[in-house]
C-alpha cells in the first residue's frame, strides 16, 4: 500500500493528533528528530549550502590557489561572455549534446518501452539486457566505446563496411565526434524504458477499453490516453535528463579530450580545466554559476510549459 | 458482406496480430543486439592475440582463446591495488549513506520536530542542484582540512547523507503504517527503537536498492577521484584504468581486459540484485 507522494507530501501530518500543549513524549519525540536530522542538517551546510555560497563569493574574486583572493568585481563574468570564445564554444557542444540526446533517448526509451508493454514473452529477459548498460558508467564503458568508434578497426565502422559505407574517424573527426558520443549515449536508453515500462502498467487498463468500444485505434489511444497518463513520467526523466546532460564530464575526458578541436569540450570538462588545470578558480567559480543558471533555467522553463502539456489525473478526479 | 463474416474477419484479426507481434519481436530483438554487441566486442577482443585484434574484417570469435591477456594484466599494472582502494571507498560510502540515509529519512517520515517541513523541502531543492556548482568550494574545503589525496573527501559526505537517498528512505517509510510506531512507543520502547528494531527490518527493500545505487555510483564514479586523488598508491580503479591506457597505446586486448575486469563487479550485482534495481528505479522514478 504506498502513498502517492505527489499527492500527499507530508503523510504523517494525516496521522498527527489533537494538538495539546507539549507532552514528554511529544519533546523526546521532536528532540529524537533532532538528532536523527542532524548529521544531515550539518552536512547540508558543510557541503552544500556553504559551497553555494562560497562559490557566489569566489565567482567574484582572481583566486588562484597560490596567491590570496582578490575582489575583482564582475571581471570574470565579462570575460567569460565577452573575450572568451570557449565559455561559447562548451554552452554551444554541451546544449547540442543535450538537445538532440535527451529528445531521442526518450522517443527510444518510451517507443522501446511500449514494446514491452505489448504482453512479450521473455519480458523480464529482455528488460534485464535493456537496462544492463545503464548500471554501467565510467572510464571503463569510455574505454569501451573507443574501441568501438575505432576508425580502422571498429566493430561500427565494421558492420558500415557490410552496407558498403567507409565509416569517418568518428572520435578524431571535428564532425562526428559530438554525434558519437550521443549515439553512445543513446546505449544507455534502458535507465528511462524501465521507468516509462513501471509508468504505462501502471495506466488503467478501463481508459483503453473504453476507448475501444468508442472505436478509437491505435494512435489515438497513444495520443489520447498513454501519452497524457505518463506525462508525469516523461516530465520527471526531462529534468532529470537536463541535470544530467549539461554535466556530461567523463566521456568528454577520456574519449576525446574535448577535441578534435574543442568539438567535444563539455561545459564541465572546460570547467575542471579552468580549476584544477589552471588553477583559475575564481573563473572556474563564475563558469560554475554560469552552468547553474542555465540548468535552473531551463528547469523552471520546462516546469512552466509543464502545466500545458504534463496531466495530472487527480485534476479530473476533483481531488488534489 | 460474405456470408461467412464473423470468420474471415476472425482469422484476418489473427494474421494481423501475428504479423505484428512477429515485428514487435523483431524490433525488440535487433535492441538487444546493438545492446550487447559492444559488450560482446570487448570481450572477445580482450581474448585475442595483438595481432588479431588490428584484422579488418574483424573476427567474430579469436582464433585461439588468449586468457592469458587476463594474467598479464594484473602484471602490468597494479590492479589489486586498484581494486584494494576501489573496494575501501566503496564500502565505506555504502556504509556511511545506509546509516545516514536511513536515520535522516526516518526523521523526515515517521516523526514530528519542528522546521522539518522546511527542511524537506530544501532537501528536495538540494537533489535538483547541479554538482558542478558546489564542486570548487568543496575541493577548497577538503585542501584546508588536508585532506587532499586522501580518500575521505570520498567518503566522509556520505555520512552526513546524500538527499536523494534520504528522499528514497523517507518515501519508502512513509508507505509503512503508522500504527506499528504507536504500538511499540505504548509499548515503552523509544523512538530510536521504533527505528532500529521495528522499522529498519522493514525498510530492507529500500535500503537494498540505497546499497547497490551506491555501490554503482562509487564504483563508477570518475570526477571524485580525478580531483581529489593524486598519488599512484591512492588510485582507484577508474584512474587506474586511465593510467593504463598511456599516451597512444595499442594494447587494446589488454584494455579491453581490464574494462571487462572493472566493469565485472558492478554487472555480477546487477544480475544478483536486480530485483532491486529495477524496485528501487521504479520507485524513486514513477512514485518520486
Not at chain 1, 493528533?17 to 513524549?25: A, G
Not at chain 2, 579491453?256 to 528505479?281: D, H, R, T
Request: aromatic fraction near 16%.
Amino acid at each position: 500500500m504506498r502513498t502517492n507522494s505527489a499527492t500527499n507530501l507530508f503523510p504523517s501530518a494525516t496521522h498527527a493528533q489533537p494538538k495539546r500543549k507539549m507532552s514528554r513524549m511529544a519533546r523526546q519525540e521532536e528532540l529524537t528528530g533532532w538528532l536523527m536530522a542532524g548529521p544531515w542538517i550539518i552536512g547540508l551546510i558543510l557541503w552544500t549550502v556553504g559551497p553555494f555560497v562560497a562559490a557566489g563569493y569566489l565567482a567574484f574574486t582572481d583566486y588562484d590557489i597560490l596567491s590570496r583572493a582578490n575582489f575583482v568585481g564582475f571581471d570574470n563574468f565579462e570575460r567569460m561572455l565577452f573575450a572568451d570564445p570557449l565559455f561559447w564554444t562548451a554552452l554551444k557542444v554541451t546544449s547540442i549534446y543535450a538537445v538532440v540526446s535527451i529528445p531521442l533517448q526518450m522517443a527510444l526509451g518510451l517507443f522501446l518501452a511500449i514494446l514491452l508493454n505489448m504482453r512479450i514473452r521473455g519480458l523480464t529477459l529482455l528488460r534485464t539486457i535493456y537496462y544492463l548498460p545503464a548500471v554501467l558508467s565510467g572510464v571503463a564503458v569510455s574505454l569501451l566505446w573507443i574501441w568501438v568508434f575505432s576508425a580502422d578497426w571498429g566493430i561500427i565502422n565494421f558492420v558500415l563496411s557490410l552496407v558498403g559505407i567507409t565509416g569517418p574517424s568518428w572520435l578524431s573527426s571535428e564532425k562526428w565526434a559530438l554525434p558519437a558520443l550521443i549515439t553512445m549515449s543513446l546505449w544507455g536508453v534502458g535507465s528511462g524504458l524501465i521507468i516509462y515500462l513501471a509508468g504505462l502498467q501502471g495506466v488503467p487498463t478501463e481508459l483503453y477499453e473504453a476507448a475501444e468500444i468508442d472505436g478509437a485505434g491505435r494512435w489515438p489511444k497513444f495520443w489520447q490516453i498513454t501519452l497524457p497518463m505518463i506525462s508525469p513520467v516523461l516530465l520527471f526523466q526531462l529534468i532529470i535528463g537536463i541535470i544530467g546532460a549539461l554535466q556530461v564530464f567523463t566521456e568528454g575526458y577520456v574519449m576525446t579530450e574535448g577535441g578534435p578541436n574543442n568539438a567535444t569540450l563539455f561545459f564541465l570538462l572546460y570547467l575542471w580545466r579552468n580549476a584544477f588545470q589552471f588553477l583559475k578558480m575564481g573563473y572556474a567559480s563564475a563558469l560554475a554559476w554560469a552552468i547553474f543558471i542555465y540548468i535552473m533555467a531551463l528547469t523552471l522553463l520546462v516546469l512552466r510549459s509543464s502545466a500545458a502539456w504534463v496531466f495530472y489525473i487527480g485534476e479530473i478526479k476533483g481531488r488534489s | 458482406m460474405s456470408s461467412y463474416p464473423a470468420r474471415k474477419t476472425f482469422t484476418s484479426i489473427r494474421l494481423v496480430n501475428f504479423l505484428e507481434k512477429a515485428i514487435v519481436y523483431a524490433i525488440l530483438l535487433a535492441g538487444t543486439l546493438v545492446i550487447l554487441t559492444p559488450f560482446w566486442w570487448m570481450v572477445t577482443t580482450s581474448l585475442k592475440t595483438p595481432a588479431e585484434v588490428f584484422t579488418f574484417p574483424p573476427t567474430f570469435l579469436p582464433h585461439k582463446i588468449i586468457w592469458k591477456n587476463y594474467v598479464d594484466i594484473f602484471q602490468k599494472a597494479p590492479f589489486l591495488l586498484y581494486f584494494r582502494n576501489t573496494i575501501y571507498v566503496v564500502l565505506l560510502d555504502m556504509i556511511g549513506t545506509l546509516l545516514s540515509a536511513s536515520l535522516v529519512g526516518f526523521a523526515f517520515a515517521r516523526l514530528r520536530w519542528r522546521g522539518r517541513d522546511l527542511l524537506f523541502l530544501i532537501t528536495l531543492a538540494t537533489m535538483m542542484l547541479p554538482g558542478a556548482v558546489i564542486l570548487i568550494p568543496r575541493y577548497l574545503i577538503f585542501k584546508e582540512l588536508h585532506w587532499l589525496d586522501s580518500f575521505r573527501p570520498l567518503w566522509v559526505p556520505s555520512f552526513f547523507g546524500y538527499a536523494f537517498f534520504i528522499f528514497l528512505m523517507r518515501q519508502f517509510y512513509t508507505t509503512i503504517p503508522f500504527d506499528l510506531d504507536d504500538a511499540a512507543l505504548i509499548d515503552g520502547c523509544s523512538h530510536f527503537g521504533v527505528w532500529w528494531r521495528i522499522l529498519l527490518p522493514l525498510t530492507r527493500p529500500a535500503m537494498a536498492a540505497c546499497a547497490i545505487f551506491t555501490f554503482n555510483a562509487t564504483w563508477n564514479d570518475f570526477l571524485g577521484p580525478i580531483i581529489y586523488l593524486s598519488s599512484q598508491d591512492k588510485l582507484t580503479l577508474a584512474l587506474g584504468l586511465l593510467n593504463f591506457r598511456g599516451p597512444h597505446t595499442t594494447d587494446w586486448h589488454y584494455l579491453m581486459a581490464s574494462s571487462v575486469v572493472a566493469m565485472m563487479p558492478v554487472i555480477l550485482l546487477y544480475f544478483f540484485a536486480q530485483k532491486y534495481f529495477i524496485q528501487g528505479v521504479v520507485f524513486t522514478g514513477v512514485k518520486g
